[in-house]
């Protein structure tokens, strides 16, 4: 996630030199095809020209409108998520210093699982499976990656993290399963329900760590249906075809436009307007593109391995852990 209040101007143009280029170069053609090798012919009414960028602009907005509705769906989830996990953990601690060792122990085991879930989700969730992901979001994705220089984000990564903290027991039942994270959830209940005893905790209180890891079963779930089902491909696919129509005719209609100005003395002005109309129009569709999988690794994505770092500070505080880690900060004003 991008924290500054601007993007810089480094950050804007590694996105949109390359068309900056192209439709400078590209108008820049056609108006020495006008002006100076006589093909009068090329200038089209710019009525046409105006009414399918105003189409266009109509439908990109739908796409980016939809586009955010997904990135702040993945935003709502784990805020979901921090909050079960932290209801899970004062259950757990509320009244600790009152019962016996082992239930201290075994009620803190279950604190420390709820971390490594929410590690273990986030991590799951940045590992890319979609091949259609990659080709189209490799560009932003390698950005961050430039930036930042984040840890790799793989099964085999995935795997070290639960050896390095999971007990035996717990890494033998979820090494060869495909949802590590669902595994964890489904452990924790499964202690609920069979160690409730040794826990020492009232029937309501095991009753309300049913509830919330029933809900967590659901959070991960809405994470998955973000991360699995792509935006449709139409409305992505479409938008981009009449960008490029509308962008590709736009000189053509300037240039009419423009030459019945001034006498015809201001013409040449379809080249800065041309290209900053068509720089607008990429970047509103670059907008869009890039809040498609909140989950990707990307400048504007959810920042879920801060807030998993979030919840485990909070979760280690509530238990008294000796040794909290710092939360995670920015790297080139980018949180991850």
């Known amino acids: 996630m991008y924290i500054k209040n601007d993007i810089t101007t480094s950050i804007v143009l590694w996105f949109s030199w390359r068309y900056i280029a192209f439709f400078f170069l590209y108008t820049a053609a056609a108006y020495a095809a006008f002006q ?3 093909l009068k012919s090329l200038a089209i009414p710019f009525l046409p020209v105006g009414t399918i960028g105003t189409a266009v602009a109509f439908y990109i907005g739908f796409k980016n409108n939809s586009s955010y509705e997904r990135l702040w769906e993945g935003r709502k989830i784990w805020g979901a998520i921090g909050s079960l996990s932290r209801a899970f953990a004062a259950v757990l601690v509320g009244g600790l210093d009152k019962v016996s060792k082992a239930a201290q122990e075994r009620r803190i085991a279950l604190v420390k699982r709820q971390i490594y879930f929410c590690h273990t989700l986030a991590m799951q969730l940045r590992i890319s499976s979609a091949e259609r992901k990659r080709e ?31 007990s035996k027991r717990d890494y033998e039942l979820v090494r060869g399963v495909d949802n590590k994270a669902l595994s964890l959830l489904r452990l924790q209940l499964d ?18 760590l049913t509830e919330i890891l029933v809900s ?14 792509p935006f449709p491909r ?8 009449f960008v490029w ?18 006498g015809g003395t201001l013409v040449w002005t379809v080249i800065p307007f041309s ?35 979030s919840i485990e500070i909070d979760l280690l ?3 008294g852990a000796e040794s909290v880690p710092e939360k995670l900060q920015p790297v080139a004003d980018i949180l991850l």
């Open 36 to 38: 100076f090798y006589g």
């Open 136 to 166: 189209t979001l490799a560009p932003e994705v390698n950005l961050v990656k430039k930036l930042c220089s984040p840890p790799e984000n793989s099964q085999k990564t995935l795997d070290d993290f639960l050896q390095a903290n999971l």
């Open 191 to 208: 202690d609920i329900e069979s160690a409730g005893a040794d826990l020492q905790l009232s029937e309501p209180a095991l009753e309300k």
């Open 216 to 229: 967590l079963f659901s959070e991960q779930g809405a994470c998955e249906r973000l991360k699995n089902f």
């Open 234 to 241: 139409q409305y992505a696919h479409f938008s981009n075809v």
């Open 245 to 262: 129509i509308f962008l590709l005719l736009l000189p053509f209609g300037l240039i009419d436009e423009l030459s019945k100005s001034a």
């Open 275 to 309: 290209t900053l109309i068509s720089w607008m129009f990429i970047t509103m569709e670059q907008v869009g593109d890039s809040s498609e999988d909140p989950f990707e690794l990307g400048l504007n994505d959810v920042p879920i391995s801060a807030l998993a770092r």
């Open 317 to 319: 505080q509530f238990i």
